[in-house]
């Protein structure tokens, strides 16, 4: 009588007999009983026709086909970022300029009361005027977006893009679901963080988690579009300006969900390889969305718990702008001296020190980058408010001698340098890992570095500069 089996045998054999199996058995399986479910319920039950039912497998036929799916969900992503951009730029400028002129106010009253320049330039122009860039920057545009995701959310489209994505991120060996946290992540990759709690399995999330900073936030979009208006925008016909600055903020968002892609893929083949989670999707029926729940939930729940989290880390940032201004070591202030000492290493990436230093800076939010860099160049001691593109392309382009390989650069490090503090903070608070919160943050910098300097030398060689 043989004795009982090795754990080592029993190991071997099921191995042996999963290879033969194929990597596609719970598909197969869930297939299978879902077959059997349908040959039971067509010799058994019988349905009344139901229009609405009918209606729903009619438009899933285009919605989730695998002709149509991907170009209605990337249309809808167009449609989406560009009534965002759109809709954001006048409340923007009317929020900056009100925030801007209780700075003033603030700074005269002080300026009255003969309060010491330091302690006024430190508390508004500094302190202040940092939080008031980021809330005009990032509350109008998260207004529209949250509002629109959850729109189609409560629809019931979403789950559409997660069936349209799941191939691919099934071929990155990740879940489906992180589709979903992706595109929460077009808003705030902070929210997009949070969201990847829908996916079950520790591996899987934790994939989502470590690669969300790959699509750019709301906090970014305002330095890509920027970057496109001038430098692509002019670079072709007036008439075709803004449909080519627009593709091109398109093409940096698609590079974007390569890369999530991409990193996925080699997490789950090395440090976070393991055994896949079986994903069975059942598309519920669209539904009439309910625009009291949605308001609620995309104004309070994401919009203003977002903002807090920026604007608790952003008063730092400002605080610290004017520091390295205002203060001199000999006919220099800090600011010029850091960005001197940065220089030949941005000028490797394809940028320069200024810039470098003002992404540092940046660091508890992505919104005060372009006025950390108009204030370097300028030499001012705060930040300075942008008056229209044709000045900052004189700026950036003539002064500064900016050139579409600095454009194409920035675009590329602003889309995968490291999160901002909001959402390492986040990062932290889901993982509960320093180990993990760290290689979220420093992962995407070396990608960034990486891709940056190969762009900007084989720029170089192939243009003879």
Excluded at 66 to 86: C, D, E, H, N
Excluded at 231 to 251: E, K, N, R, W, Y
Aim: hydrophobic share 55%; proline share 5%.
């Amino acid at each position: 009588m043989a004795g009982p089996a090795e754990p080592r045998d029993v190991l071997s054999k099921a191995d042996l007999l999963q290879r033969r199996l194929g990597a596609d058995l719970r598909d197969r399986m869930v297939d299978s009983i879902y077959t059997d479910a349908g040959d039971l319920s067509r010799r058994f039950v019988t349905v009344s026709r139901d229009r609405r039912t009918d209606y729903d497998r009619a438009l899933d036929r285009i919605i989730t086909s695998r002709i149509f799916g991907l170009p209605l969900m990337f249309l809808g992503l167009v449609a989406v970022f560009w009534i965002t951009v759109a809709g954001a730029n006048v409340p923007s400028s009317m929020l900056a300029n009100a925030l801007f002129w209780v700075e003033e106010l603030g700074a005269s009253l002080f300026d009255a009361i003969g309060m010491p320049w330091w302690l006024t330039g430190f508390i508004w122009h500094g302190t202040f005027k940092g939080l008031a860039w980021v809330i005009a920057v990032m509350l109008p545009p998260m207004a529209i977006f949250f509002p629109l995701f959850t729109f189609f959310e409560d629809l019931g489209y979403l789950p559409r893009v997660a069936f349209n994505m799941d191939r691919f991120f099934k071929w990155a060996g990740a879940h489906g679901k992180q589709a979903l946290s992706m595109s929460m992540g077009f808003g705030c990759n902070a929210a997009g963080i949070i969201a990847t709690r829908i996916i079950d399995s520790p591996r899987e999330r934790l994939i989502a988690i470590l690669t969300n900073n790959f699509v750019p936030c709301n906090g970014r979009f305002p330095t890509l579009i920027m970057l496109a208006t001038i430098f692509v925008g002019t670079a072709v016909p007036p008439a075709l300006a803004s449909f080519a600055a627009a593709g091109t903020v398109v093409m940096v968002v698609v590079v974007g969900v390569v890369m999530t892609l991409l990193v996925s893929a080699f997490l789950s083949r090395t440090v976070l390889k393991g055994e896949a989670s079986s994903f069975t999707l059942e598309l519920p029926p669209y539904r009439r969305p309910n625009f009291g729940r949605i308001l609620y939930t995309s104004m309070i729940d994401r919009t203003l718990f977002v903002l807090k989290r920026a604007i608790y880390m952003a008063a730092p940032a400002g605080a610290l702008i004017w520091l390295l201004s205002a203060i001199h070591i000999g006919d220099q202030n800090l600011t010029t001296i850091l960005s001197t000492a940065f220089d030949s290493f941005g000028q490797a990436l394809g940028l320069d020190g200024v810039i470098i230093l003002a992404y540092i800076i940046a660091i508890p939010a992505n919104e005060i980058v372009v006025p950390t860099i108009l204030m370097a160049y300028t030499g001012a001691t705060q930040m300075v408010d942008i008056t229209g593109l044709g000045e900052l392309h004189g700026i950036l382009a003539g002064e500064q001698g900016w050139t579409l390989l600095t454009a194409v650069s920035l675009m590329l490090f602003s889309l995968l340098h490291n999160p901002c503090s909001t959402t390492i903070m986040t990062t932290w608070k889901e993982t509960g890992s320093r180990k993990w919160t760290t290689v979220g943050a420093l992962m995407p910098l070396a990608i960034a570095f990486a891709v940056c300097f190969l762009v900007a030398n084989l720029w170089r060689l192939f243009a003879g500069v």
